[in-house]
């Protein structure tokens, strides 16, 4: 058990690696470009009002959430079929990363200690799910695509306990994404709606 621990966390080192450099370049970009985000409408006064007291049809809303996260979940299986696929996952964990690191500068930025904090919240509890399942996602990736582009004769895939291991896994992936969006929407946004009342 602890061996494959230690492999795990080691497959994840260079993946988060990436998310760090991804998240500090986020921050460089937006301190970069501030006089051309600051005068416009992201995350403004305007905007927070706005979202302090919209309504809004929350199973619609789930129904979206679900559907974009699970969107990416197939989209980078199915690029991990491809000479792409290693290439593609590690360009999106750069890419949240960068996200992240930009959505927390631009709060910050605008608002202080008050706005790195709101930033923060507005992640949990729904992370706590999200960047597991995407992490188990990111090496169920890696996996396919050595497999198919380096051991194309290996029976490893072929044997029933193997597949259906991969198949369990990718389950697992989809059940923590769903609980995440459950999370997102019906825990997080009346945390988000809450605060904003306060903000």
């Not at 188990?136 to 582009?149: M, Q, S, Y």
């Not at 990718?170 to 988000?192: D, K, R, S, T």
């Amino acid at each position: 058990m602890q061996v494959a621990k230690k492999l795990i966390l080691k497959k994840m080192e260079k993946p988060i690696a990436l998310g760090c450099i991804g998240f500090f370049v986020g921050i460089v970009l937006t301190n970069l470009t501030k006089r051309l985000w600051m005068s416009g409408e992201l995350f403004d006064v305007n905007s927070l009002y706005y979202m302090k007291y919209m309504t809004m049809d929350k199973g619609a809303y789930f129904g979206f959430v679900l559907w974009q996260r699970w969107k990416v979940v197939g989209i980078l299986l199915v690029l991990s079929t491809t000479y792409l696929g290693k290439l593609v996952g590690r360009g999106a964990i750069l890419w949240y990363g960068t996200g992240f690191g930009a959505f927390l500068s631009v709060f910050s930025i605008r608002y202080g200690v008050k706005g790195c904090l709101f930033g923060i919240l507005s992640t949990f509890p729904h992370f706590l799910l999200y960047l597991p399942a995407f992490a188990a996602l990111v090496l169920l990736c890696d996996e396919i695509f050595f497999h198919i582009h380096h051991y194309k004769d290996s029976k490893d895939w072929q044997d029933r306990n193997n597949l259906l291991h991969g198949v369990t896994r990718f389950i697992g992936i989809l059940v923590a994404i769903f609980a995440g969006c459950v999370l997102e929407v019906y825990v997080n946004m009346p945390l988000i709606m809450g605060v904003l009342k306060i903000f």
